[in-house]
């Protein structure tokens, strides 16, 4: 009975992440278009993205308390709500061709977004400790059904309500939204405990000091900060290339392969970390993302782009799953929503100035800079890594 439950509410909400994650792919083909297109010139292209991942890292922390006390579904509907709201203004200033109100719809998708990222933390409240890293695993995996689906959805969205173009995607965002609401209604995740409710919290200073927790942030931070850098700017390396541009075709193409190298790995992911340790796959993921840089740098064929974009969403899998399963070492259960909270803060603010710089940097110096850009962020994870391995020495001995 309990397997079952388990693999219930695992399923529900892999397939809940899957919608969400379809979002996000339906709005990262076409956002940083849209925004080249509408915006007072291409540097501002990514604003709008920047003010989506600034609502996402603001809504983290006020998430995690509103589900610690009303619980994970009713805290996720509130927050898609949201979205859904967000979904509809956006439709509405494309109509408008407003670039400030393009904005603001995005600000309240992200905010429904960053809840949407608490699923993997709601697959472990319903999982024993033997389940809980695949379970993180396995709920990421839901983002092979978004990079299956989601490009064909924004194609089709493209011109769906035209002459309103990309209006479409936005209504299919909102459709997706609805759906999840209905998935929720059937999870069965524990409410939150008396102990979680009550219990004794340490100073966030304290917490914070612990390698394992240090370690874990900065692997979340830039690794996923690093992976959105990279593909903010490939869409719009690809739509203004100076010798051959690319269609949208292939630029869903791409980010296709990217998303796949995201989630596909999900499938797995858990049992590496199991096999060899969340600091070593932490490692590999830094690894795996440095290659892409490499590759990004050796040419850009669209084989090129799509190796480049699987590979930095493959270390992207591999640094964020396995630093979620590390920070699950760092808390108790009475610290979960200030210190899940707190993470998702650090990590989508990391994301939010990314996204900013991103368009920035493109704009300034071109594609292979911001590749360049990443490298010494990536450098980084390993010193942290091996800076962990070596306090961990004493008490291995």
């Not at 509405?92 to 670039?99: D, K, N, V």
């Not at 697959?123 to 059904?145: H, I, N, P, Q, Y």
């Not at 290339?241 to 797995?268: C, E, K, R, S, Y």
């Not at 760092?330 to 610290?335: C, H, K, S």
Request: charged share 10%; net charge positive; glycine share 8%.
């Amino acid at each position: 009975m309990q397997i079952t439950r388990e693999i219930r509410n695992v399923g529900l909400l892999s397939f809940c992440q899957a919608l969400g994650q379809t979002q996000m792919i339906l709005v990262f083909s076409v956002s940083s278009i849209i925004g080249a297109s509408i915006a007072p010139n291409v540097g501002w292209a990514t604003v709008p993205i920047t003010f989506q991942f600034l609502f996402m890292t603001l809504s983290t922390v006020p998430a995690a308390f509103l589900m610690k006390h009303i619980g994970r579904a009713n805290g996720f509907t509130v927050f898609l709500v949201i979205g859904c709201g967000g979904a509809s203004l956006m439709v509405y200033a494309l109509y408008l061709q407003s670039f400030i109100l393009f904005c603001a719809g995005s600000a309240l998708f992200g905010a429904s977004a960053g809840a949407n990222q608490q699923f993997r933390f709601a697959a472990v409240d319903a999982a024993t400790s033997e389940f809980r890293s695949r379970a993180v695993s396995l709920v990421l995996a839901g983002g092979v059904f978004a990079a299956l689906v989601g490009p064909s959805l924004s194609s089709w969205g493209y011109d769906m309500i035209s002459p309103i173009l990309y209006g479409g995607v936005y209504i299919v965002i909102l459709a997706l939204q609805v759906i999840m609401m209905i998935l929720l209604r059937f999870t069965d995740i524990p409410a939150p405990s008396v102990q979680e409710r009550t219990g004794h919290v340490r100073p966030m200073r304290v917490i914070a000091m612990q390698p394992a927790f240090i370690v874990a942030l900065l692997s979340a931070m830039i690794g996923y900060g690093v992976m959105n850098f990279v593909m903010l700017s490939t869409p719009i390396f690809m739509y203004l290339h100076p010798t051959h541009p690319f269609g949208q075709i292939d630029i869903n193409n791409v980010i296709m392969w990217h998303v796949l190298g995201m989630f596909a790995p999900g499938f797995f992911t858990g049992w590496l970390i199991k096999k060899f340790g969340d600091v070593n796959i932490i490692l590999a993921g830094a690894v795996i993302s440095v290659v892409c840089i490499a590759v990004n740098f050796s040419g850009d064929t669209l084989w090129h782009l799509r190796i480049g974009m699987a590979l930095v969403g493959l270390g992207w899998n591999f640094m964020f799953t396995a630093g979620t399963t590390l920070l699950l070492s760092t808390y108790t259960p009475a610290e979960k929503a200030k210190v899940q909270g707190i993470n998702d803060l650090f990590v989508f603010g990391t994301v939010a100035i990314c996204s900013l710089f991103a368009a920035v940097i493109y704009k300034s110096f071109g594609f292979f800079a911001v590749n360049l850009t990443a490298a010494p962020l990536l450098v980084l994870v390993v010193l942290a890594v091996l800076w962990l391995r070596w306090k961990r020495q004493p008490v291995d001995a």
